[in-house]
């Protein structure tokens, strides 16, 4: 990385689907159900997310989200160098309920 303020969205679907934190993703049957390697998928679970947190480097920081958010985003200052990210959720108690499944971060200066 290199210095500068970045934007990090932290979310468990992708973007394209739509779908808030705390949803369960519907089912899904492919059109082509004759070929094996197209078998779909069960619904997903939905999960209590109220929070989430992000580390980057030493900086550790939460942010609450609603029922209808699609995604946590938070905003650092972050200096150039390698450094660690971990991104997770967390429950109504602080309690770490899975990482996020898609994390995007952009430069924003």
Known sequence: MRDGTYEFTLRRWPEESGLALRAAAPAWTPRDTDNPDHAGFSAGVAIPIAGAQLRVGEQCVTTSVA???????????????RTAVEATFQD??????CS??????RRTD
Do not use: T
């Open 92 to 97: 109504a108690d602080v309690r770490h309920l």
């Open 100 to 105: 996020a499944f898609f994390l995007n971060a």
């Open 67 to 81: 029922e209808s958010d699609r995604a946590a985003v938070f905003r650092l200052y972050v200096q150039a160098g």
